[in-house]
């Protein structure tokens, strides 16, 4: 009799750990069950899209990580402004030139595209190149960029790419330069590229403090956004969406309180570019859905909003 109390007791400890494994899910465990459905919403959207569709997405705070199709080489259009912004604020970091340096309006640099550049007057207006900067990400202006590129130079740009280890987005062209676009010169990323470039640049691996700030200033410019749209209107993000004939691209930071993220998304082939510009609109909205419940949610998922 003795011996059996005996075993019962020492059966005690494992019983009650299994008990709590078995009726217990962590915080972890049940966030990884909605970051897993998140996963298949965007899938089950790729799946129904008569086009190709590439999607990075960074938990800034937990380092988590999804792809789709990731490493796909995907035309940027006008993303890939963010890579000559990032150019710009290093080469004055490292004082090749100032963002306060002028330029005076040339009728040679003006390209289509263009909707402030094309209505200042040549040979009079004067603006700096953080205006032109502005002009480049608030109203994706071409000749606002082109410009820009030849300030610093597309090597110089893609050396930097080059140096952080961006095998793959490259600059290879100037706005509205159709002739190398029908020769296949075409400006290119990944997802995964534009989220590493995105996220060094946020951690303060490329820029200080000051400039960084200012990059992002910058980059968080009001402007016409599959991804914005999207959000909250109260959502502060930083982004650069492209677009041509049957791409529709959007790349960014969204700084979620307590929760920020990188969401990149690319589009390509696409039967109709309306239906591209959805998906990234949705895609977004799904994201941000995501991340908002998990910075206030209780480890237990209760949200309880503010009053």
Request: aromatic share 6%; with cysteine; proline share 3%.
């Amino acid at each position: 009799m003795i011996k059996a109390v005996f075993l019962i007791l020492l059966m005690v400890p494992a019983t009650q750990s299994a008990l709590a494994q078995c009726c217990d899910t962590s915080t972890s465990d049940k966030q990884e069950i909605l970051w897993k459905k998140l996963q298949y919403r965007i899938e089950r959207m790729d799946a129904d899209l008569d086009g190709v569709m590439a999607v990075a997405i960074k938990d800034l705070a937990s380092g988590k990580e999804f792809f789709l199709h990731g490493d796909e080489v995907m035309p940027q259009a006008s993303s890939i402004k963010i890579a000559v912004l990032a150019d710009l604020f290093l080469q004055a970091q490292h004082g090749k030139l100032k963002l306060t340096d002028e330029y005076v309006v040339r009728k040679e640099d003006l390209v289509s595209g263009s909707d402030i550049m094309l209505g200042l007057t040549p040979g009079v207006t004067r603006l700096t190149l953080r205006e032109l900067a502005t002009m480049m990400v608030a109203v994706s202006d071409n000749s606002a960029t082109n410009v820009l590129i030849n300030r610093l130079g597309m090597d110089d740009v893609n050396g930097m790419l080059q140096e952080i280890g961006l095998k793959s987005t490259r600059l290879r062209r100037k706005m509205m330069d159709l002739n190398a676009a029908s020769e296949g010169r075409e400006n290119v990323s990944t997802p995964r590229e534009m989220m590493t470039l995105l996220e060094k640049i946020q951690k303060g691996k490329l820029l200080n403090k000051e400039m960084t700030a200012d990059f992002f200033r910058i980059l968080g410019t009001h402007k016409e956004s599959s991804m914005l749209q999207g959000l909250p209107d109260d959502a502060v993000a930083a982004n650069k969406p492209g677009e041509l004939e049957a791409v529709r691209n959007d790349s960014g930071i969204v700084f979620l309180k307590n929760r920020p993220y990188i969401l990149c998304v690319m589009t390509t082939y696409l039967k109709d570019e309306k239906d591209g510009s959805a998906a990234i609109r949705k895609i977004s909205e799904l994201t941000y859905s995501y991340f908002d419940r998990v910075s206030r949610a209780s480890e237990y998922g209760r949200v309880v909003s503010p009053k």
